[in-house]
């Protein structure tokens, strides 16, 4: 038996993404090549995702990143043996553009089509560890970056099922038990924001720049460990019971607070669901209080990472609750929001703490965004199960192939 390599395609967003994903003879998965291209910067202008300047872009872009994956994995077209493409949930005129074009593909290529959940694909990024010398240099700067010679965890060598996973992205908050590759039982979810969606209208409140969760997060770092002495009078002193950590080099620096104190929804409910509307609200109401407030650095940061551990603290408190509930023998981050190193260290930490054995796995910070290695991963291991009808069926899926904005996990 011959190796397998899947090109696989991602366009839910504003990432036009290709990736070669390999399965050979012997079970072992490598990701041989992952390039992005962002638009980042295109839509920070419109302060969010514009849907057809995204298709727009994704029409410009995909076919070379398609073209730059091929070559850096060294693949020939002939050595394809199926495609992938993100069919939903996204943008649907984002999704389009990534569905026909890989449609078109594998009609001219005559080769398999796969459609794959834009959030499977997150989740199995869980599953794609670097090899010794691998290398993760992605930026979400254009034109791309790649990721290569990444070892994909198959199912044998996967720490173990079940496996609970936190999901968190920009569009998405979810708690998913899975009791095998490809199960999925959704125990909780949020009832109105996602969590990056969250993120991302606390930055918009508090004017600190696109995309929100990032510079939330980079503002909420710096209270936490200013390395700046604060110049802005407080309302109140240093209190000599705040543990927030000093400068290394200046011991004498007092940090200043401003007692923002913010909610922390659905925590002490039974279920695993989440709401985070209230909490951007809470912040939105915060502001209005104190306006002449936000030109100062220090309170927007203390806003920041208060917002942060508030988000956070559900986060960490419902996914060890349902743990506790489920008994996985793996706990899995994935979604956007797991680039935030707070909540990778903070839930590491309460699993540590609270259920001792189980195992904790998060994506490589290079593959927490948007990318089609996930979505490749994805795909090989699906391909590595599917019957010979089910992939002669995958041969007609050029023609067949929808895709959906809602598609269900
Ligand atoms: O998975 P993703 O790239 O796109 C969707 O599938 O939605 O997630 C994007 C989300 C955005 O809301 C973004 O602000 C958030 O992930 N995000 C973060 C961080 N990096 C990205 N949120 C918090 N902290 C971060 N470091
Ligand atoms: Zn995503």
């Known amino acids: 038996m011959s190796s397998i390599k899947i090109l696989a395609i991602e366009t839910s967003c504003d990432e036009s993404a290709a990736a ?10 490598f990701v041989l090549s992952s390039v992005i291209s962002s638009q980042v910067e295109l839509h920070a202008e419109w302060g969010g995702v514009v849907p057809n300047l995204a298709a727009r872009e994704h029409l410009k872009n995909l076919p070379l990143v398609v073209e730059k994956s091929l070559k850096e994995s060294r693949a020939k077209i002939s050595d394809i043996t199926a495609l992938a493409v993100t069919n939903g949930p996204g943008l649907i005129p984002a999704l389009l553009i990534g569905t026909e074009f890989a449609k078109t593909l594998a009609y001219r290529w005559d080769k398999p089509l796969l459609g794959i959940h834009h959030i499977e694909g997150h989740i199995c990024a869980n599953f794609i560890g670097s090899v010794s010398g691998g290398q993760f240099p992605v930026s979400v700067k254009n034109p791309s970056a790649s990721i290569q010679n990444s070892q994909l965890k198959t199912e044998n060598s996967f720490p173990g099922f079940p496996a609970l996973c936190l999901v968190v992205s920009g569009g998405h908050t979810q708690l998913v038990l899975m009791r095998e590759h490809f199960q999925y039982e959704i125990i909780g979810q949020t009832l109105d924001d996602a969590a990056g969606e969250a993120f991302d209208k606390v930055a918009r409140i508090l004017d600190i720049g696109y995309p929100g969760g990032p ?25 000599e019971n705040d543990d927030r950590p000093q400068t290394a080099d200046d011991k004498s620096f007092f940090a200043k607070k401003y007692e923002v104190s913010l909610p922390r929804p659905m925590l002490n409910k039974k279920n695993f669901d989440f709401s985070f509307s209230g909490l951007k609200t809470a912040v939105l109401y915060e502001t209005k209080k104190h306006p002449e407030l936000l030109k100062e650095e220090r309170y927007v940061n203390e806003i920041c990472h ?4 508030a988000a956070i603290d559900v986060l960490v408190a419902k996914t060890i609750k349902a743990a506790a509930k489920y008994k996985p023998q793996t706990i899995m981050l994935a979604g956007g929001v797991s680039a935030n190193m707070e909540l990778r260290q903070q839930l590491g930490a309460a699993i540590k703490k609270n259920l001792p054995g189980v195992l904790y796995r998060i994506p490589d910070l290079a593959l927490t965004g948007d990318n089609a290695a996930m979505i490749g991963a994805a795909a090989v291991l699906r391909w590595q199960k599917m019957n010979i009808s089910q992939k002669e069926k995958a041969s007609n899926s050029w023609k067949t192939l929808q895709t959906d904005a809602n598609l269900k996990l």
Do not use: W
């Open 20 to 29: 070669i994903v390999s399965l050979d003879p012997s079970g072992n998965a």
């Open 215 to 239: 510079a939330v997060a980079a503002r909420a770092a710096n209270f936490q460990n200013p390395n700046v002495k604060c110049q802005i009078k407080s309302r109140r002193q240093y209190d």
């Open 306 to 309: 208060e917002f942060q551990q």
